[in-house]
């Protein structure tokens, strides 16, 4: 349990459909989401809130060597 606990971003990750937030907002998968726009959309209820409000949290995390 203690190894799960350690990688939790990994199983949160699984659940992730890669391109789905930048679909649902209509920008192209190579570009980059707008911050503006990606905190708009955190307010917004749904799925697609749930996903900008990951996509904010995700960015937080930055690996340390």
């Known amino acids: 349990m203690k ?3 350690k990688r939790w971003i990994q199983y949160a990750l699984r659940k992730h459909k890669k391109g789905a ?3 649902q907002l209509g920008i192209p998968e190579g570009e980059v989401i ?3 726009l990606l905190r ?3 307010k917004e209820s749904g799925i ?3 996903r900008a409000r990951f996509a904010l949290n ?3 995390f ?3 060597s």
Do not use: D
Request: charged share 35%.
């Open 3 to 5: 190894r799960r606990r």
């Open 21 to 23: 937030l930048h679909r």
């Open 58 to 60: 995700i960015q937080k």
């Open 40 to 42: 708009n959309a955190a």
């Open 34 to 36: 707008p911050l503006p």
């Open 48 to 50: 697609l809130g749930q």
């Open 62 to 64: 930055r690996h340390r």
